[in-house]
């Protein structure tokens, strides 16, 4: 896997990536740039387990102790926590904060990650190697959702392929490998060229679903009506491209490339989670 995504991986941390732009050039969506003195070795910083503050059970045992035959059983453990790094992020430098901002699909006791983002894109592609990784290790309280960028034409089509994968249940096998598919095998066009929906359905066909089915529930009104939602999302986000992390619907978050994006993620998450649980 790790071979897989190396030119990806690296193409995350060059200093200009290719931009991604609407039919319309209304959305420009070029990666950020990274700064020309950060070494090609960083690394989003990895989740780290920590106890639950104040929590007796989390220390160790003393040597030689033993619990009671009847003791109680042990407390669940409490949501896992990201280690924070760097400093605080800033309004206006370091995020955006979005007026009247409500979350994509709220959760009772879970704090948003949105991703918003394009398939044909190419700063995506490059991006998902990092926040794929990221995502998995996020806190058990914090949902991540993907919402895919309606920007017209191909991005319609792609975007409508999400929920028809997810409604089939066959989305988060074939994320990864539909970036592949377009950005390095090249047997989908992406923008370079226009993918028709029977292209498209005839990728997913190898993950068990009938193509002519993928089809027509691309064309579905479920499938159109969540589209529509995802629209409505971006807009009212106020987003400048792709991709774009929002946290909590509150958030919009900038940075000086993709692991930065990430670390300021990290802090906005834990300031969202620390307000919920002083509630």
């Not at 387990?49 to 989390?58: D, I, K, L, R, Y």
């Not at 995502?135 to 920007?151: E, Q, T």
């Amino acid at each position: 896997m790790k071979t897989r995504y190396a030119a990806l991986a690296l193409a995350a941390l060059l200093p200009i990536l290719a931009a991604c732009k609407a039919d319309d050039g209304t959305a420009n969506t070029t990666a950020p740039a990274e700064p020309a003195a950060t070494p090609a070795t960083t690394e989003t910083p990895a989740p780290a387990a920590e106890p639950a503050a104040g929590s007796e059970s989390a220390a160790p045992a003393a040597e030689g102790s033993t619990a009671p035959a009847d003791a109680a059983p042990a407390a669940a453990p409490a949501p896992t926590t990201t280690a924070l790094t760097g400093p605080a992020p800033v309004e206006g430098a370091d995020y955006q904060l979005i007026p009247n901002g409500q979350p994509f699909q709220p959760a009772a006791g879970k704090v948003e990650v949105v991703e918003i983002f394009g398939y044909v894109c190419p700063a995506c592609a490059a991006f998902q190697p990092l926040v794929g990784p990221w995502k998995a290790g996020l806190p058990s309280d914090v949902n991540f959702v993907y919402v895919p960028a309606m920007f017209g034409g191909t991005w319609d089509n792609y975007g409508r392929a999400f929920y028809a994968a997810q409604t089939l249940g066959v989305q988060e096998k074939s994320h990864e490998a539909l970036y592949q598919a377009i950005h390095v095998q090249k047997t989908l066009k992406g923008e370079r060229g226009a993918d028709s929906v029977e292209d498209i359905a005839k990728f997913y066909g190898a993950y068990g679903v009938d193509p002519k089915q993928f089809a027509a529930t691309m064309g579905s009104f479920a499938v159109n009506a969540k589209t529509n939602s995802a629209k409505q999302f971006a807009q009212r986000s106020l987003i400048s491209g792709t991709p774009s992390i929002i946290v909590n619907g509150k958030y919009l978050v900038k940075g000086k490339g993709f692991p930065d994006m990430l670390r300021i993620a990290d802090h906005l998450i834990a300031r969202e989670r620390a307000a919920a649980q002083a509630h």
